[in-house]
C-alpha cells in the first residue's frame, strides 16, 4: 500500500517554509478548523503549549498531572482526587479522541523527528487516555512532526505516520488512506472513508448514539477521526481551506476532525493559508488565542533541540570511552 499510496496522492508542493511559520500555521490552524465546537480541545492545546514554556524541555506523564490536572474533569477527579498514577491514570475514561486533540504541541516540540513525537506523546497522554485513545494521540504527534520536515508533503505525512502505529489504528491509517490516494475531492471520497474506517470504529453506524462497546479498550480498532483526517490531508493536497472544508463534509465527529486535519494542513500551508475571520471566532469562542502562543512554542522547540544535541553529544562521548572501537 504505502507505494501504491506515494504515486497515487493527490499531487501537492513539498513544504519549504520555516518552523515558526509552520507552528503558527499548526496551531491557528488547529483552531480555526474546529471552530467554537472544539473550544475545549483548544484550550487544552493552550494549556498544553503552557507546561512547555514553563518546563522548556520535554514533557512526561507527571509533567502533565501536575501543569494540566484541572484542565479536564477526568484529570481533575483521576489526579487530584483519586490521586492516581499519572502514568495509568488514563486507564478507565472513555477511549476516544480526547488526548489526540490537544497533542499537537508534542509534535511542535519534536519537529521533524516523528519517532520522538510518538513517544513523547504516549507519555504525555497517558494521564488522560489509554488503549487506541492513547496511540491516537502518539500518531498524530508523529503526524504533526513529520510535517515540520523540509519539503513535507500529505504523503510522507502519511507515511510517517505508518513506522509506528499500532494494530487497529495503523490497518485503520492504511485502509482510509487508500481510498483517499484515488480521490481529489472529499465529496466523492466520504463514504468510501467510512466503509474502509467502518472495521475498526467501535462508535458504530450512529455517532451520536455510540454503540455498547464504543469507548472500550481494544488492540483491534481504532479512533475514527484520525485516519479520515489523513485521508482527508491527502485529498486537500495541503490546500488549507479545501483540506478543512473536505473534512467539514464527513459529518459524525465533524469538530474533533477538522481540527485534526487543520492543525496538519495548517502545518503544511503555514499561518498565512488559515483565514483570520474563521480564527477569530475559535479564539473568541475559545477564550484563547492558539496562534499567539506560536512564537513562544517556536523558541521551546529551538531549546529543546539545542538540549537534545547537547545530551546526545554527551552520550557520544560517554560510549565512546567505555567502546572506543565502536563506529
Given at each position: 500500500m504505502t507505494s501504491y499510496l506515494v504515486h497515487n496522492a493527490p499531487p501537492a508542493r513539498p513544504c519549504t517554509l520555516p518552523l515558526a511559520d509552520r507552528v503558527a500555521g499548526a496551531l491557528t490552524g488547529a483552531a480555526a478548523a474546529g471552530g467554537p465546537g472544539a473550544a475545549e480541545a483548544i484550550r487544552l492545546t493552550h494549556a498544553l503549549v503552557g507546561a512547555y514554556e514553563e518546563v522548556r524541555d520535554h514533557l512526561?506523564?507527571?509533567?502533565?498531572?501536575?501543569?494540566?490536572?484541572?484542565?479536564?474533569?477526568?484529570?481533575?477527579?483521576?489526579?487530584?482526587r483519586a490521586h492516581a498514577d499519572p502514568r495509568e491514570a488514563g486507564a478507565g475514561n472513555c477511549v476516544d479522541a480526547g488526548a489526540a486533540v490537544y497533542a499537537a504541541p508534542v509534535g511542535l516540540v519534536n519537529a521533524a523527528n516523528p519517532a520522538s513525537a510518538y513517544t513523547e506523546a504516549l507519555d504525555v497522554a497517558a494521564p488522560?487516555?489509554?488503549s487506541y485513545g492513547r496511540e491516537a494521540a502518539a500518531v498524530f504527534a508523529a503526524a504533526v512532526a513529520a510535517a515540520c520536515a523540509e519539503g513535507a508533503t500529505p504523503a510522507s505525512v502519511v507515511l510517517a505516520c505508518l513506522a509506528p502505529a499500532k494494530d487497529g489504528t495503523r490497518a485503520a491509517i492504511?485502509?482510509?488512506?487508500?481510498?483517499?490516494?484515488?480521490?481529489?475531492?472529499?465529496?466523492?471520497?466520504?463514504r468510501g472513508l467510512r466503509a474502509a474506517v467502518a472495521p475498526y470504529d467501535l462508535v458504530?453506524?450512529?455517532h451520536h448514539a455510540?454503540?455498547?462497546?464504543?469507548?472500550?479498550?481494544?488492540?483491534?480498532?481504532?479512533?475514527?477521526?484520525?485516519?479520515v483526517a489523513l485521508g482527508m490531508l491527502l485529498i486537500g493536497a495541503a490546500d488549507y481551506r479545501r483540506t478543512v472544508l473536505g473534512a467539514r463534509t464527513y459529518g459524525r465527529g465533524a469538530d474533533t476532525l477538522a481540527l485534526l486535519t487543520g492543525t496538519l494542513a495548517g502545518a503544511l500551508a503555514g499561518g498565512r493559508a488559515v483565514p483570520r475571520d474563521w480564527a477569530k471566532r475559535a479564539a473568541e469562542a475559545a477564550g484563547v488565542d492558539l496562534g499567539a502562543a506560536a512564537p513562544g512554542l517556536t523558541r521551546v522547540a529551538a531549546e529543546v533541540f539545542a538540549r537534545d544535541t547537547a545530551r546526545r553529544r554527551a552520550h557520544e562521548r560517554a560510549f565512546r570511552a567505555v567502546a572506543p572501537a565502536q563506529p
Amino acid at each position: 500500500m504505502t507505494s501504491y499510496l506515494v504515486h497515487n496522492a493527490p499531487p501537492a508542493r513539498p513544504c519549504t517554509l520555516p518552523l515558526a511559520d509552520r507552528v503558527a500555521g499548526a496551531l491557528t490552524g488547529a483552531a480555526a478548523a474546529g471552530g467554537p465546537g472544539a473550544a475545549e480541545a483548544i484550550r487544552l492545546t493552550h494549556a498544553l503549549v503552557g507546561a512547555y514554556e514553563e518546563v522548556r524541555d520535554h514533557l512526561d506523564a507527571y509533567a502533565v498531572a501536575e501543569r494540566l490536572g484541572t484542565a479536564d474533569g477526568w484529570l481533575r477527579t483521576r489526579l487530584r482526587r483519586a490521586h492516581a498514577d499519572p502514568r495509568e491514570a488514563g486507564a478507565g475514561n472513555c477511549v476516544d479522541a480526547g488526548a489526540a486533540v490537544y497533542a499537537a504541541p508534542v509534535g511542535l516540540v519534536n519537529a521533524a523527528n516523528p519517532a520522538s513525537a510518538y513517544t513523547e506523546a504516549l507519555d504525555v497522554a497517558a494521564p488522560h487516555q489509554s488503549s487506541y485513545g492513547r496511540e491516537a494521540a502518539a500518531v498524530f504527534a508523529a503526524a504533526v512532526a513529520a510535517a515540520c520536515a523540509e519539503g513535507a508533503t500529505p504523503a510522507s505525512v502519511v507515511l510517517a505516520c505508518l513506522a509506528p502505529a499500532k494494530d487497529g489504528t495503523r490497518a485503520a491509517i492504511e485502509a482510509a488512506a487508500d481510498v483517499a490516494s484515488r480521490h481529489r475531492d472529499a465529496e466523492s471520497a466520504v463514504r468510501g472513508l467510512r466503509a474502509a474506517v467502518a472495521p475498526y470504529d467501535l462508535v458504530g453506524p450512529v455517532h451520536h448514539a455510540p454503540a455498547l462497546g464504543a469507548g472500550r479498550p481494544s488492540r483491534l480498532h481504532a479512533v475514527e477521526e484520525l485516519p479520515v483526517a489523513l485521508g482527508m490531508l491527502l485529498i486537500g493536497a495541503a490546500d488549507y481551506r479545501r483540506t478543512v472544508l473536505g473534512a467539514r463534509t464527513y459529518g459524525r465527529g465533524a469538530d474533533t476532525l477538522a481540527l485534526l486535519t487543520g492543525t496538519l494542513a495548517g502545518a503544511l500551508a503555514g499561518g498565512r493559508a488559515v483565514p483570520r475571520d474563521w480564527a477569530k471566532r475559535a479564539a473568541e469562542a475559545a477564550g484563547v488565542d492558539l496562534g499567539a502562543a506560536a512564537p513562544g512554542l517556536t523558541r521551546v522547540a529551538a531549546e529543546v533541540f539545542a538540549r537534545d544535541t547537547a545530551r546526545r553529544r554527551a552520550h557520544e562521548r560517554a560510549f565512546r570511552a567505555v567502546a572506543p572501537a565502536q563506529p
